[in-house]
């Protein structure tokens, strides 16, 4: 385990994120409905950001980018970028869906912590 101090809870209302730096890791930390989730920011796609993701009705954070989804509990994949046509069997050998890393988070003193593991 490796604890982190990463925001004071009132600095993260629901409906709010921000993004920490842990080591050489961007986390995504974010108050979906009063629950805490943390997730790398990088989309594992291209690892383009994913703090502007829109979180759908069963928990699952959509990429602006190209749609792929993860669940913000697991880091399940729910859906992954689909290509255009006649580019999509050459970019689907080098771009197979990947799960997005998800940390574990609690509160403890007024402050938000997260257990980040290093890449
Ligand atoms: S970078 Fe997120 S789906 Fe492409």
Not at 41 to 59: D, F, M, R, V
Not at 67 to 91: H, I, M, N, Y
Not at 103 to 110: K, L
Request: charged share 20%; proline share 7%.
């Amino acid at each position: 385990m490796s604890w982190t101090k990463v925001l004071a809870v009132e600095a993260l209302s629901p409906g709010t994120r921000e993004v920490v730096k842990v080591g050489n890791r961007k986390i995504l930390v974010l108050n979906h409905e009063n629950q805490l989730y943390a997730v790398d920011n990088n989309c594992p796609h291209l690892k383009l950001p994913l703090k502007s993701g829109k979180i759908t009705e069963s928990g699952a954070i959509v990429c602006t980018f190209h749609r792929s989804a993860f669940d913000l509990r697991t880091g399940e994949v729910q859906g992954w970028c689909s290509w255009p046509p006649g580019v999509g069997k050459v970019l689907s050998l080098v771009s197979q869906p990947k799960t997005l890393p998800v940390f574990p988070i609690r509160v403890e003193e007024g402050s938000i912590w997260v257990d980040v593991q290093e890449e």
